[in-house]
Structures are given as C-alpha cells and as structure tokens.
C-alpha cells in the first residue's frame, strides 16, 4: 500500500520565520517520485519540486529547501523567512516509477502573520 | 489554453440531480487526471485518461461516477443522482506525457460542488 502523511493540519508563524513541513510516506516500490505542490488561496495547484528516489540529495530554490532521507522515509520542506505570500495548503505527494497514480497527502495550511 | 481550465466554477444542485464537470486541458497534454478533494482533506485520485482511454477507473467511489474524454481534449465528470457526500472541490490536472514518467501535473482551479 502507498501512503503520503503530513501530520501537521495547520502550521501559524510569524514573517520572517523559518518553517518545516513534515511529509512521511509508505511505498513498498523501489522506485518512485516524490513531489510537493502548493495550493494558494485561489484554489490552483502549483508544483514546487519532483525528486527520484535515487537521487537524496538535498535541494535549495531560493528560500525553499527539500530534506529527502529515505531511511526515514521522510521528504521535509523548509521555508526560509517566510512571507505573508507563502500562506497556502502545501501538499506532498508519492508517485511510483512508470505509474500513474500520484497519491496526495492531506496537507498542511500554512498561515504566514505580518 | 493557457492553463488548464474546469467549468463552471461554482455548481449548487439539489439532491438526486444529475450534474456534468467540464475540464479543458492544456492543448498537447495527452494524460488527464480528475481529483476529488473533500473540505480541510487531501486529494483523492478519481480516474485517469491516457489519450481518450482510462486505464485505470478503479478511484471512482460508485457507479454513480463516469467521465469520458474525446478527441484527446476535453474531459466530462458526470455524477448522477448526486448526495450530500459528493459536495468537494473536484480538481482537474493534465500532464504533456504518458504519466509513466512521472512527469508533473497542472492543476485547474477546480469545480466547488454543493449538493443540498
């Protein structure tokens, strides 16, 4: 069975902040892509970032950042000092090698105060 | 287009009605996707189109659920004799190539469905 967890529901910082979404998955593929996607206030998904199961190497975009560990199973994003526009749903999800069905966490809102 | 593009944004309808979801993918993408998503949850997959045909029809939660895509473009949702439970958002994605490779999606804004 697959499954993406994102136990944080809700996450509220104030701007400027550092802020770590946690994502924890299931998969018994040896291969798979891992993906996180926003979804802001307007409703429309956007994708942030796709990483190969192969590839553990941490990445950095701007002030976005990714913590992939697959000992644990875990595929972490961090946002550095973060802004009022950052406020959205971010959601993780799992998609195995040469399949189709890419599977969605429940998600965590993210509220960024002024 | 542009984007990918869902109508009509907003559909109220009573319970035991039949309602039709329109999604428009981005011209070229052969794979669509439709999700459901419930309120405060995640996204839950629904059926996927390779082309005109769905491989896989399996995430549909009842008989009561069907979508069709024709001529490698458009795609309908239809919900017959809807309940209370199928008020979501239902979310259409697209993607330019066969999902195997896992290529990223983009996502509509979605139809917000109320069903009284």
């Known amino acids: 069975a697959q499954k993406v967890t994102q136990a944080q529901t809700e996450i509220s910082v104030v701007e400027k902040e550092d802020v770590t979404l946690d994502c924890v998955y299931e998969t018994r593929d040896t291969t798979y892509y891992l993906f996180w996607y926003k979804q802001p206030p307007s409703g429309e998904l956007v994708f942030l970032i796709r990483?190969?199961?192969?590839?553990?190497q941490n990445e950095i975009s701007g002030r976005y950042s990714w913590n992939f560990q697959k000992s644990t199973s875990s595929f972490n994003f961090t946002i550095t000092a973060s802004q009022v526009v950052d406020s959205a749903v971010y959601f993780c999800a799992l998609s195995p090698t040469g399949g189709f069905k890419t599977i969605f966490g429940a998600g965590t809102r993210l509220f960024v105060k002024a | 287009g542009a984007g990918v593009s869902q109508s009509p944004s907003n559909k109220v309808t009573e319970k035991g009605k039949d309602v039709e979801l329109r999604c428009d993918p981005i011209s070229g993408h052969t794979a669509l996707y439709w999700y459901r998503q419930r309120l405060g949850q995640g996204l839950e997959f629904l059926i996927y189109f390779q082309g005109n045909s769905a491989p896989d029809k399996s995430g549909l939660p009842s008989d009561r659920f069907s979508a069709e895509r024709t001529g490698e473009s458009v795609s309908t949702l239809t919900i017959q004799r809807t309940q209370q439970e199928d008020s979501a958002v239902y979310l259409c994605a697209s993607s330019l190539v066969p999902a195997a490779t896992n290529e990223k999606l983009f996502f509509g804004s979605g139809t917000q469905l109320s069903v009284l």
């Open positions: 990483r190969n199961s192969f590839d553990e």
